[in-house]
């Protein structure tokens, strides 16, 4: 009774484990970023708890110092930056572009191996006591004071960025070489030209990273003089170095979040998008000018002040193509016919909360202004706003609206509304609060704070449990849908795209014969060929 | 509990309102942005619902006049907030001419004063108000950052160089001092206090402590001639095997191998720790190091020394 699909195509767990299937590695690749968002979660959990009372009373310091840095490295590295890509991405790319498979199957398989190597790594370093430097690994104190397992956690981020590399390398050569005959690259959907612009950053910008952390492990193993002053080197360099790769890091986490929007946005408006080449080229303006700005970072670390002016006008400047895409969303909407199912929810809740975090970018920018709130929770709250309010509501509204496509399967309408609605309070209560502390002087990365802070905190930590029964409530409903969700239609939404055309789940080879495309994607009124606007 | 609900900072520099009126204009137009896009969103939203289900919108591809409109208002907007931002950057990077100078040195975890008469203070910071205070800082381990959010000024202190920051107090009273930058287990606590004092206060404040303070160029006197014996090269006429350093300081060297270098804290510093990196052209690079010899502190009581015999008239120029 039940037809082949890619999921029913060869049992057992090897059937798994030496899959070719771009759609199963992007199930392998689901299963294992939620795994570790949990874990990234758990720790971000202890760190609110302990800020609900001034006083360091809960955890001691070093404990308190290594949940920040674990939650950080883990949701960086080994949930936000392989996310949309690796999941979304993976399963959609080959099939929006009329396609088999990517280009190197096996190199696919290889970048999910690669990355589980490197999450063991960062586990083991978890395991072995931790890691207390922060995320940014900031020199010289983690190359000659931290007494914390740096080596084993670098070497974490160092392995996985090669699974970043590689994914990023598929993707560029299939987008190139295996789109169907029709389409053009003006007919792509906004999702492939959003990851083809993201994969350039992963390509050109994780090596630099790997090669930063790496010189880390050797001056702190083999005393090589390269950023502690003692032995000679600079400290600075390493901010160089390290924001090179991890501002442009933040572009690879919304980029592909700004892609499915696109793709939502048009979908739940029944009407294609407004502006396609601006959002398209939009986002590989994001990508060049991000690599350029990453001095913002070192405005009051010494730098030369003529450099930190040129930094700041380019940190300016990268903001324009943001508010070119949210403008153009926001006209997608008008004289639509809208439905408020959850991906759309999901939809306006990254529009807000992704204005918001883009905006308060601009305070960062502004050279004065950052002296004040730098290092501040102003910019803990400004980055979870583009981190958490962008890249993960784009990541779970992305999920609910191609759910049904790589399962079969529906699930609640009524529960997801209500997860997307609890997330969305949830976070602004968490965060907006760490604005105001922020401006008011407290620092982050604080296991005790002055009293006076405390009200801001307590929001915080009320809104964080909300959030975290937001992220729960979808983990238990999508799981019921699993495996006992209605079936879903080939085209659930009423959706235009290729992706729309095939069975729910897909079989293996995705399409029978090589579609012919013939227009765009999105295309519900009659209509002649999308123009050049 | 929670008696009142503070929302802005308390304003106690000169720096502060500048900083504050860039902090307000940058308000008022990122909300009426972030608003103008929300009303928009729910507007059209609930103007355009879905009536029945095979309805679809209406065939729009886009507006080559409206992409512009959104591409360039924004844009001068934005530049606006760069040149605004980027002036009160310079104001208040560059100290005044005459600024009262205090060393810091911050350590983990903690912050090591010494004001030019030689009292010292750890945690605290006394300064008057109504006069610019220049802070010269140096790190002993690793990047710490001084931060007083009443002043709003802020800036890294960073081990093998120095920073400096300035602000004029306006405000008689007691303000946070916080470590901004990441520095390991107690971050949290290299906290202090700043008072800001009126003059009268802050000089009998001065004068309450301890008999036995050196001033740090009598410090660096006795590390120079005594403890250290740096004169035994760096001689007060030009027969030693070192430079003369009397006027030396603010002027700008001929290094050898070319290039030129302007003898300031780090320049001085450097060639203390590291005498080899730019030797003065016409001298043998024969100074040993002195890393390791000297502690931060007093690196900075050499180099107060070494400023106040650039005050002195080189040898062969008229007084």
């Known amino acids: 009774m039940e037809t082949v699909s890619y999921l029913n195509d060869g049992h057992g767990l090897k059937s798994w484990l ?51 840095t674990m939650h950080g490295v883990v949701m960086v590295f080994f949930f936000l930056i392989p996310s949309i890509p690796a999941v979304l991405g993976n399963f959609l790319i080959p099939i929006m572009i009329g396609a088999k498979d990517l280009a190197f199957p096996r190199i696919n398989l290889l970048s999910w191996y690669i990355y589980i190597l490197g999450g063991m790594f960062t586990f083991a370093a978890v395991l072995a006591g931790g890691v207390d430097t922060g995320w940014t690994f900031y020199t010289p104190y983690s190359t000659a ?52 612009a993201t994969s350039l950053i992963m390509i050109l910008g994780t090596p630099v990273v790997a090669i930063t952390v790496l010189l880390v492990a050797v001056e702190r193993v083999l005393h090589l003089g390269i950023f502690d002053p003692a032995l000679g080197g600079d400290p600075v360099l390493f901010q160089h170095l390290f924001w090179f790769y991890s501002h442009p890091a933040v572009y690879i986490m919304i980029l592909p979040a700004m892609g499915v929007i696109s793709e939502i946005v048009q979908t739940f408006a029944r009407k294609n998008i407004f502006g396609y080449s601006f959002i398209a080229f939009s986002s590989l303006a994001i990508a060049i000018i991000g690599f ?52 759309m929810l999901y939809c306006f809740g990254f529009i807000g909360l992704f204005t918001i975090g883009g905006l308060t970018g601009l305070f960062l920018a502004a ?101 975290a029964v937001g992220y729960v409530i979808p983990l238990v409903y999508l799981t019921y849908s699993l495996f006992a969700g209605e079936r879903a239609a080939n085209d659930p939404w009423g959706a235009k795209g290729l992706e729309w055309e095939i069975p729910s789940p897909p079989p293996t080879s995705n399409f029978d014969a090589t579609p012919i495309v013939t227009h765009g994607t999105h295309q519900y009124a009659p209509s002649k060929e999308v123009g050049i606007v | 509990m929670f008696t009142n609900l503070p929302f802005f900072p308390e304003q106690a520099s000169a720096q502060a309102p500048q900083v504050d009126a ?38 729009i591809h886009g507006s080559l006049a409206l992409e512009l409109l959104w591409t360039f208002i924004p844009l001068g907007i934005a530049m606006v907030m760069f040149a605004w931002g980027a002036k009160v950057f310079f104001d208040l990077y560059r100290p005044p001419v005459g600024a009262m100078e205090v060393f810091v040195v911050g350590k983990q975890w903690m912050w090591k004063v010494q004001h030019a008469d030689g009292r010292r203070e750890l945690n605290e910071l006394h300064v008057p108000i109504g006069r610019p205070v220049k802070l010269v800082m140096g790190s002993e381990d690793v990047i710490h950052s001084y931060y007083i959010p009443a002043f709003r000024v802020k800036a890294d ?163």
């Open chain 1, 18 to 68: 030496l899959t070719k299937d771009h759609k199963r590695i992007a199930l392998l690749y689901l299963a294992s970023v939620t795994a570790f968002f949990a874990m990234g979660g758990l720790f971000a959990m202890f760190v609110r708890l302990e800020l609900l009372t001034p006083a360091g009373d809960l955890l001691a310091a070093e404990t308190y110092n290594k949940m920040f």
């Open chain 1, 145 to 196: 004071a931290a007494n914390s397992h740096v080596v084993t956690a670098g070497l974490g981020v160092f392995i996985t960025g090669f699974s970043s590399i590689l994914t990023g390398l598929n993707f560029i050569v299939t987008i190139h070489r295996m789109r169907a005959p029709g389409l053009t690259w003006f007919r792509l959907p906004l999702f492939v030209w959003a990851h083809y």
């Open chain 1, 292 to 343: 350029l700005v990453w001095g913002h970072h070192l405005f009051i670390a010494g730098q030369s002040v003529y450099a930190g002016l040129i930094f700041s006008f380019l940190s300016f400047l990268v903001a324009i193509p943001s508010a070119i895409k949210v403008f153009n969303w926001t006209a997608t909407i008008y004289k639509g016919s809208v439905s408020l199912d959850s991906p």
């Open chain 1, 367 to 467: 050279m004065g202004l950052d002296i004040h709130v730098h290092d501040t929770y102003f910019v803990v709250a400004h980055f979870h706003y583009i981190m958490v309010g962008g890249a993960i509501m784009g990541y779970l509204g992305g999920l609910h609206y191609w759910w049904p496509k790589m399962t079969g399967r529906l699930y609640s309408e009524f529960w997801s509304r209500i997860g997307a609605g609890l997330i969305f309070i949830g976070f602004n209560l968490t965060f907006f609060p760490q604005f105001v502390a922020g401006y008011l002087g407290m620092p982050r990365r604080y296991h005790e704070y002055p009293p006076e802070y405390q009200v801001w905190n307590v929001m915080s930590s009320a809104g964080a449990s909300i959030l």
């Open chain 2, 22 to 59: 860039l902090y307000f204009f940058l308000l008022a137009v990122t909300a009426f942005f972030a608003v103008l896009i929300a009303v928009l969103v729910v507007v059209f939203a609930a103007r355009f619902r879905r009536r029945h289900d095979d309805e679809i919108g209406a065939a």
């Open chain 2, 157 to 319: 202190v960073i081990p093998g160089r120095y920073n400096t920051l300035w602000f004029t107090a306006t405000k008689p009273g007691r303000y946070r001092l916080f470590c901004a930058e990441y520095c390991g287990t107690k971050h949290s606590g290299m906290i202090g206090w700043v008072t800001a004092m009126e003059p009268g206060d802050y000089q009998a404040w001065l004068g309450g402590g301890s008999a036995a303070t050196t001033s740090p160029v009598a410090a660096g006197e006795k590390l120079f001639n005594e403890v250290l014996a740096c004169v035994t090269c760096h001689q007060e006429t030009t027969q030693g095997r070192g430079p003369v350093l009397l006027g030396m300081f603010g002027k700008s060297v001929q290094l050898q191998g070319g290039g030129t270098a302007t003898v300031d804290e780090a320049y001085v510093r450097e060639s203390i720790v590291n005498p080899q990196a730019k030797v003065h052209a016409g001298f043998a690079p024969i100074m040993p190091t002195f890393q390791g010899l000297v502690t931060e502190e007093q690196l900075l009581q050499l180099i107060a020394y070494v400023r106040s015999l650039g005050q002195k008239p080189a040898p062969g120029t008229l007084p």
